[in-house]
């Protein structure tokens, strides 16, 4: 990418790093300080696509020219949010929740390019994915928890990892979205901001 703007991940997550890779683009990761708690009457939609956003403005604020690419995920349940559990105990009673439920998880992408002759500045978009989880006992789920400790994924379960098979079925239009980083929707992004994947 040495002709290509510089490429800033804003976020420390080593799960989306690692799908990044994937594009065998060169980039820059740096973790945004933002507020990620939902605003009061705020969809998880409208949640998600914030973060997204507000993650790469954080970042533009710091670098010069550069594309900066913000991405969120929000579970819900019935309708409510469900973020990253942060402990044990959390995870164990959203696991329970969600066992022979479907799930949906809105992975929200922001790409926001700071170049002076940007033709688009903001481009913003929202993946939802519909997982289906088995019903599992209570202690196959605190032995999955102890193993993986997925303490930092909303719903609690590393579909990666081992969480996979809490799963049933996933539904979306792009694979990698579960995991934090849409990259369909992503190539995409990047092209209409000009980046080039293959070069003869």
């Known amino acids: 990418m040495s002709s290509s703007p510089r490429l800033i991940l804003a976020s420390s997550s080593a799960y989306r790093q690692a799908l990044l890779r994937r594009l065998q683009l060169d980039f820059d990761a740096i973790s945004p300080d933002i507020d990620e708690r939902a605003l009061a009457d705020e969809t998880a939609e409208e949640t998600a696509l914030r973060l997204a956003q ?6 533009a604020k710091t670098v010069g020219e550069a594309l900066i690419i913000g991405s969120d995920q929000v579970a819900t349940l019935d309708g409510l949010q469900m973020g990253k559990p942060g402990n044990h105990a959390n995870a164990l009673a959203q696991l329970q929740a969600m066992r022979g439920r479907e799930v949906v ?3 929200a992408l922001c790409l926001l390019d700071t170049r002076a002759r940007a033709s688009q500045r903001v481009q913003l978009s929202n993946v939802p994915t519909v997982v289906s989880f088995r019903d599992v006992p209570d202690a196959e789920l605190d032995a999955y928890l102890r193993i993986e400790q997925p303490y930092d994924c909303a719903g609690s379960a590393k579909n990666e990892g081992l969480g996979i098979a809490l799963l049933a079925s996933i539904r979306s239009e ?3 979205a579960l995991t934090g980083l849409p990259l369909i929707t992503l190539v995409s992004m990047l092209r209409r901001a000009g980046v080039t ?3 003869g």
């Open 105 to 107: 998880f809105h992975t």
């Open 197 to 199: 994947f293959f070069k």
């Open 54 to 59: 507000a993650k790469a403005e954080v970042i």
């Open 174 to 176: 792009d694979p990698s």
